[in-house]
Every structure is written in C-alpha cells, then in structure tokens.
C-alpha cells in the first residue's frame, strides 16, 4: 500500500520545502502480545543501564549499575521459566530501592506536548494533532493518577473544544483533578519579538479569558519554551496581567555565548521582575530517560543556588506528548541513590518551591533575553510582517472609533460589535505564532496566514468606517443644513499637522470657492495634496482644518553636480544617480547627516547561506560577502511633484539579472524627514537586500523602539556578547545619537535592523528556499524614512514622528453640519505619556478601556482630558480587573496620572 507523503516530508530533509510527490510503501505489520512482566523488566534495564552510561565514571554507582544491568539479563536467560522475569524485576528493586541523600537535587518532570501550530504542517493538521496528542494524555492519566501534563496554548484547547468535544470534556475532568494543567496563559505560543506591546496583551486577555471560562482558574505561569528571543518589555506585561512566573528552554540555542543562568529574576525595562527558569536539560521534548535526569543535574549553572530544576518531557512540535514508557522510567528514579531525586511535578509546585528557598541566592538579568541564532526571523516573509503590522494598525483604529460611537451613542450595544473584535483578534494572535509571524513554516502554511491577515484587514476596515459613520452621525444629531464633505480623521493622541492626500472624488464634494481657498498642489498619483490639522484623537473638516506652510518646498536640478534637491523649510536633501543621498541637511543644526565621501540609501545585496536553517537564521559570515547596487547609466531620475507641498523624484535600478527595484524619493513641507517608498519585484535564491545610512554620529549604543518602549544595543564588538547582536529586532524605529544630535531611521513594515560603528542599516528582503522553496518571491512595496535631529530621541520628538509615519491622518467622506469644525475626544498634556489604546471593556457593560504608557524612560505626570461625560475612574491592570476599590479623580474633564518609566498603565472609564 502506498501513500503519498506530505508537510514535514520535506524534499532532501525534513526541513525542506514539503514534497508533494513523495510515496511511502507499507511493506509488513506485525501483531505482538504484550507480556507485562518482561516489559517491566525492559524499563528496569532501560534506566540502570542509562545510570551505567551516564554516571560519572568516578562514581561508584555507575558500576553498581553496570554489574547490576549484567545480573538482570544473566537472571533471563531461561525464557521459558515463567519466574525469570519475577528475579530480573527483584534484581532491579535491589538497585532502586537505594535511596539518595536529603541534600540531592530535585528534579520536576512535567508532562508536557508542544504543538506548533503551524510549521510544517497547516493549522488545520494541527487540530488533528491536538486531538490526537490530548487524548493520549487523558488515557494515561486514567492509569497514572500522579501523572500531571501541562498544555499551553489556549487556542489549541478551543480547537479541541469544536472539533472534539466529548474529549474536551474528559480534559476538563482531569484539569478538576490536577492532572490536566493549562499554563502560559496565552492564546498561542506567540513571537516574542514582532508583535506590539497591545497584541502582546491581548494573547493574555483572550487567552486567559478562555481558562477562566472554561477551567475556572487562569493560568500562573508565562510558558514560551520554543521562541526565537523575548522582548525586555515582558516582564512587566507579565506581571501587570497576574503572573510571577516564566520558563522558557530557547536560549540554549544561543550560537556563541551560553546563558550564564537556569534560574534567576528577569528585569524588565521598566523594573518589573518575575522568577524564570530555563529546564537544564536544554529541550521541551525529553524522553525522559536517565540521561536527561542526570543532565539536568550536570549542565545545572546555578549549583549551590537553587534545590530543584524542571524536566520537561514528551514527544514536541509535531505532538504526541509524554509516552508509557517515559512515566515507567521517571517512576524508577524517584529515589535511586546516585540519581537526583525525581517527582511527577506540576510547573506551580517547582516554582513554588523554588520561590520559598532560593529566591534570596538568585541573580538578576536586566533587559531583553536575546537569542544568538534565527535573526532571520525579523525579515522573512515580509508579506506576513506587513500584513501583521497594518492588522496591529487598522484594529486600533477600528477599536477606538467603535468606542467613541458607543459612547456618543449612549452606550448603544450595536455600535461595539464585540464579537467580531473577539473573532478578529484570535485570528491576529494565531498568526502571530512563533513559525508564522516569523516566517518559518511551509507554504501552505504561510498561504493560509496571508488569506486570515486579509480577512482582519477587510473586517477591522469595515467596522472602522462603520463606526466613524455612527460616531459622526451621533454628533450631527438634531442638526441641520448639513451636506456631505471630506473629514479628516486623527486616531493618534496628539495634534497633528501634515499634507494629506485627497482622493479626486471626495475632492469633488467641495465647491469651486471652498477648493480655490485651500493651499494645495495635485499629486502623481491624481489625488490633491492639502496642509492640514487635526487635533488629537480626533475629526476635523477639511474646509476648516487648513493651515500655511511655514515655508513651501521645491525641488531643483545642479546640473554641474548631476543631482536633484529637495529642500524645505527643514532639510536640504541631494539625490544622485541611483537614488543615492549624497547629502542631507538638517538646518536647524547645519550638520551633515552622512559621513563625508559616503551615500546614504545604498542598497547593499548579501550572500544568504545559513549553517543550519534556511528560513531561520543570517550567520555572521555573511557581512564579508556585501556587494553594493551601483546606478548605470540607463538609471535616470523622473521629476514626479516639484512642490509647494510635496517634491518627489523616481528611480529604478536593477538588482540582478532577475529582479528590480523603483523608488520614490520625497520630501513633504514643514516634515523633518525625507521618505523613500519602495517597490521591489523581487525573484532571488539565498540573497539579503539591505539599504544603508553610514551617518556623520559616534555612539557607543543606538536604540530601538520595542513594545512600550524603547532599549539600548551595543554598535560595537567589545565582546562576544556585543558581537552576536549583528542582527537585532525593533519596532517602527532606530535611532543613533550622539550628544545633541541624531538619526532615526523609520519603517512602516519592517523589524530587522542592525548598526556597526557609525553604518545603520535596515533589512529588507530574504529568499530563503527552506521550508518555503518560494519565500518572498514575488512583489514588494514598502516605505522607510530618516529623520535627522538636534537634541535627544525624546526632545525631538522621533517617537511621534515614527507613529505618525506609519498610521497617517485618514480622509472620509461624511454628512457633517455646515458649523462643525473639529472634535477632539482625548487628550495627553505630556509628550512623554502615549495614550495608546481605546476599546471597549470585555467585562463592564458601560465602561471603556485606556492603556498609557511612558514612552521616554523617565518619570512622568500628565493629564489624560476628555470631551466625553466621564462619570468615574478606576486603575485595573492587563486583565481590565480593577486593582482596588479606590476610585482615581475625575475632575474638570481630566485625571492626573503618574508613571515610573516605560510603565504601562490601564484604566477603566465608566460613563
């Protein structure tokens, strides 16, 4: 019989793109009759003969063992005496039941079964593994009542919940029993780097919703073994939503320095710390066998520091979890002298433990567990992260304009679609799976991603404009003489001034005098570009929302030089042939941005062959293989807009033989920054398209914006610590400053940066051909900026540019009253302070959320004001459960707040 092999039967290995042509022939089956007794006797010789191997040589029980492994089957040499087996089992007793000392170490094993997601294999196998693996478990808790399993992944329990619910239900009895324990608190084991701080939050909110629903209980423990690196700002999201706990097992893979820790207390960047431990044995899928046990003990960095360390066993990735056997070995070390002593463990009881006797001895670790290997995973399958990015975008657009229609509304329930938030942000969060969002998993798998990111765009866009509809028909209520025109819409919580393009028929809504009275200049793209204002988290109408640029900007030819210049009232910029900037001026400071003799905007094309995983990793090799883009001769510029409000000129270039690029190069009127938005068909096999800023700045460290905030990295190579950051991950920017001065470089998609010296760079493409064959193939188009300034990150005012940049001022098209100007909602009266999130309460009825957070990383006091009828306040923490009976102020429209750096802050708003 033969059948075709598919997922994780990848072409030439297994990770390889999946080969669907692949056949297997079943050539024989065998029916056996079990003989408990001689199995007995099997797992009392698998474990003393593991002892034998595994014991130091220097240890008299390694000898024990050997001697005593020798009597066992010398016992069994006459199979046909039915008492053989009977004196082998008696032999191995005599060698078990030798106890340890009171001082051995402890080791708790926990069942366990990762299940990626999606790898290998599409979601929809997953759910079949999922059933499989999890009814696996429950038959074994029916013969092991001391065995505990744990399962992280709330997603992964609903799943079984739909699709098998008469198991559902036995999972359920076995979790009332302790024996079936759902950790991690998380929809999905999720990306520990790319998704923002708010989706971060809301894989706890949605995840530990559903455990509290449906086993009564949340979950204690932050469980993320298989990630590729955990941001600095977790520490903190894990204790505001509860927790105290963390373990992971990923930075074993670290290429070039080891962790010096297995147990200690992970800082955060805003001070928060929680208890981590690392399991020793370096792996989630344990076979549980003595060789690990004693490994545990070995590879233990934190001797003398801590009494116990977690094992954690079962078959991984694929699923299947713990196994017969592997109970039947930990069973026979739980006491063995020469072995640490074992026990069939739950990660509360380890933790706890752990906390009440060594916390005291622990050390500390401050900022972000970087892993040294699959940098890659910031780059590849761009479509994913764009896609992930503009989802993470249009929902909290989608979210705050539904919030305010539901409160102009007075508090109308169909104004909040609820449940749809609820579908569409359990889509987000599984694609935000760590061999999704980062791009490692197989085509199929990446397809599927790519058809869930279009329906929460096309969903969260939907109820975006509904919901501005009803909230700007709430205001017009009662009103008369009103006539459909351009809106401007401000979802960010500051004012904001910029150009914004006009589509030609929301143009045409305007009278001949209304559009003769605006400043404005026609675009290439045949929209009308306008200047204006809007005010923070807000609407304004076009027609009065207008406002004079300080200075127009222009664009002009050295024909001597053979350069374009676009120059504003800000910035002076000098493009060359190929898009190169030659030079670029900040005013304001008169300092050259690049380096004398050097470009800025050099695309720079890498070898990209990886040691071990294709879609994974970019080894540190690779940097000797750079080959710079020059222009040619054919590569000339094209004048798109010469001003007052926007100067723009296009280039294209070759890359290779097989793909292209084409750039628009602009500058807008009164904007600090210079943007390049890029379009790149792109058909490459193992290359790495960079662009390239070497900048006229020393500094020992640039930074990069993460989840509710920002952290330091080293540009230089001291040491091997600082070497291995070659590659890192951030967010919409990174900034390199010295004294008074700086650059940041902004992106609207992209996460993979890295800085040497005084040369930033920003990555933008992969072709990996593992386990995706067709990785990125295809066309791009994405935007970056730079944006050079005087004074620090935080006094010019890089942190709002870079949101600006990436969510720009929306134009609608309403029905509005002839005298309706601007409606501001909220308000924050210290820049430092960002109001970044607006939704409606899961649990309260008539209450909306607001999530702040301290964006400079220094103490700060402000006040959140608002237009809306605020009747009381309340702090709650990530869950959106209130902290404590104490109401905060509320007066004169405003609530004063006070934040310890980069902390995040949640309140309650009851209207």
């Known amino acids: 019989m033969a059948a075709n092999g598919m997922f994780g039967a990848g072409k030439d290995g297994l990770i390889n793109a999946p080969d669907p042509a692949r056949e297997y022939t079943l050539t024989m089956t065998e029916v056996a009759v079990f003989d408990a007794a001689c199995y007995q006797v099997l797992m009392d010789l698998t474990v003393i003969i593991d002892l034998a191997k595994n014991l130091s040589q220097e240890n008299p029980r390694a000898f024990q063992a050997l001697y005593t492994a020798n009597d066992i089957v010398n016992a069994c040499q006459d199979l046909s005496d039915r008492t053989a087996f009977k004196r082998a089992h ?58 505990k399993f744990v399962c992280s992944q709330a997603q992964q329990l609903e799943w079984v919940k739909l699709h098998y619910p008469g198991l559902f239900e036995e999972v359920k009895v076995f979790a009332e029993k302790g024996q079936f324990i759902p950790v991690g608190g998380t929809w999905v084991e999720m990306d520990g780097n790319i998704p923002n701080g708010e989706s971060f939050i809301r894989q706890f909110l949605v995840g530990q919703n559903f455990f509290q629903k449906e086993f009564g209980k949340v979950c204690e423990e932050f469980w993320l073994p298989d990630t590729f690196g955990y941001s600095a700002q977790l520490p903190q999201i894990i204790r505001g939503v509860g927790m105290k706990y963390f373990l992971t097992m990923k930075l074993s893979w670290s290429l070039i320095n080891k962790f010096p820790f297995h147990t200690f207390k992970w800082e955060g960047i805003d001070g928060s710390r929680c208890l981590a431990h690392f399991p020793p044995a370096d792996t989630y899928e344990s076979r549980g066998d003595a060789a690990d046990v004693l490994k545990t003990v070995k590879q233990l960095k934190d001797k003398g520091q801590v009494h116990a360390s977690m094992l954690l066993y079962g078959h991984g990735d694929g699923g299947g979890g713990p196994s017969e056997k592997m109970l039947e070995m930990l069973q026979r070390m739980e ?41 890659g995973t910031y780059t590849t399958q761009a479509r994913i992260k764009q896609m992930n990015r503009q989802s993470e975008l249009l929902l909290h657009d989608a979210e705050l304009l539904a919030a305010l229609a539901f409160i102009v509304g007075d508090k109308n329930p169909d104004y909040y679609p609820s449940e749809e938030f609820h579908r569409i942000w359990k889509l987000l969060l599984l694609n935000q799976f760590h061999d999704i969002l980062p791009g490692s998993c197989i085509k199929q798998a990446v397809d599927d991603a790519l058809s869930s990111y279009n329906d929460v765009l096309g969903s969260s866009r939907r109820i975006a404009d509904e919901s ?49 009275s605006m400043n404005k200049q026609s675009s290439n793209e045949g929209k009308m570009l306008v200047i204006a204002s809007v005010p923070s988290m ?162 020992m ?66 072709s990996p051909k593992a386990p995706d064959e067709e990785a990125d193939m295809g066309s791009h188009e ?50 430092a302070v960002i109001l970044e999130t607006i939704k409606k309460a899961d649990n309260v009825a008539a209450a909306v959320v607001v999530r702040l957070y301290e964006a400079f ?52 708003l009851y209207f």
């Not at 072995?339 to 906390?355: A, I, W």
């Not at 709430?474 to 006009?502: F, M, Q, Y």
């Open 335 to 375: 006491d063995v002298d020469g072995c640490p002593r074992v026990k069939l463990s739950s990660p509360e009881n380890f933790f706890t433990s752990v906390e009440s006797r060594d916390a005291e001895k622990l050390c500390t670790w401050v900022g972000e567990l970087y892993l040294e290997l699959h940098q």
């Open 857 to 908: 990383g220094g103490q700060a006091h402000t006040k959140l004001s608002s237009s809306l009828p605020i009747k009381k306040v309340k702090m709650c923490n990530l869950l959106e459960i209130p902290e404590d009976d104490q109401d905060i102020t509320w007066s004169s429209g405003h609530v004063e707040l006070t934040f310890r750096p980069f902390q995040i802050s949640t309140l309650l």
């Open 90 to 147: 008696e032999v191995a007793l005599a060698f078990l039941k030798q106890r340890n000392g009171d001082s051995q170490h402890e080791v708790h094993a926990v069942g366990n079964c990762h299940i990626d997601c999606a790898w290998l294999w599409p979601v929809a196998e997953t759910v079949r593994k999922c059933g499989r693996s999890f009814a696996t478990a429950v038959r074994l808790m029916e013969k092991y009542p001391n065995f």
């Open 701 to 766: 460290n640039a930074t990069y914006e993460i989840q509710f905030g920002h952290l330091q990295r080293p540009t230089h190579c001291n040491t091997t610590w600082d070497w291995a950051k070659y590659e890192v991950c951030g967010h919409k920017w990174a900034d390199l400053s010295e004294h008074d001065w700086g650059v940041a470089l902004m992106t609207d998609c992209k996460y993979g940066y890295s800085t040497h010296n005084n040369v930033m760079y920003i990555s933008l493409l992969r």
């Open 538 to 699: 807000g609407i304004s109408n076009l027609i009065h929302s207008q406002i004079q640029p300080v200075a127009p900007v222009f664009l002009s030819f050295d024909k001597m030089e053979g350069s374009v210049i676009l120059e504003n009232a800000l910035l002076r910029v000098e493009i060359v042939r190929g898009g190169l900037v030659r030079s670029l001026i900040h005013k304001a400071s008169g300092r050259e941005t690049f380096k004398v003799g050097y470009s800025g905007n050099q695309f720079i094309l890498f070898d990209d062959m990886p040691l071990f995983w294709d879609a994974w990793d970019v080894m540190p090799y690779y940097l000797e293989s750079r080959k710079l883009l020059l222009p040619t001769s054919s590569e000339e510029f094209k004048v798109l807009e010469e001003g007052p409000l926007r100067a723009s000129v296009e280039f294209s270039a070759r890359i290779s033989e097989k793909s292209s690029l084409k750039q628009v190069i602009s500058l807008d009127a009164d904007v600090p920054y210079v943007k390049f938005h890029t379009k790149v068909d792109w058909h490459e096999n193992r290359k790495f398209l960079k662009v390239e800023f070497p900048l006229d700045v020393r500094a």
């Open 468 to 516: 501005c509809a009803r909230l700007i028909s709430e205001l017009n209520s009662g009103k008369k003489d009103c006539a459909t025109k351009p809106l401007l819409v401000n979802t960010l919580s500051w004012p904001r001034t910029g150009v914004v393009a006009i589509p030609c028929e929301l143009w045409e809504l305007l009278s001949i005098a209304e559009r003769s």
């Open 782 to 831: 994405f935007s970056y900026a730079v944006l050079p300034h005087s004074g620090t990150i935080q006094s010019s005012g890089v942190i709002r540019h870079a949101y600006n940049f990436n969510q720009p001022i929306s134009v609608v098209s309403r029905e509005v009253c002839s005298d309706f100007k601007s409606k501001s909602f909220f308000s924050i009266s210290n820049p």
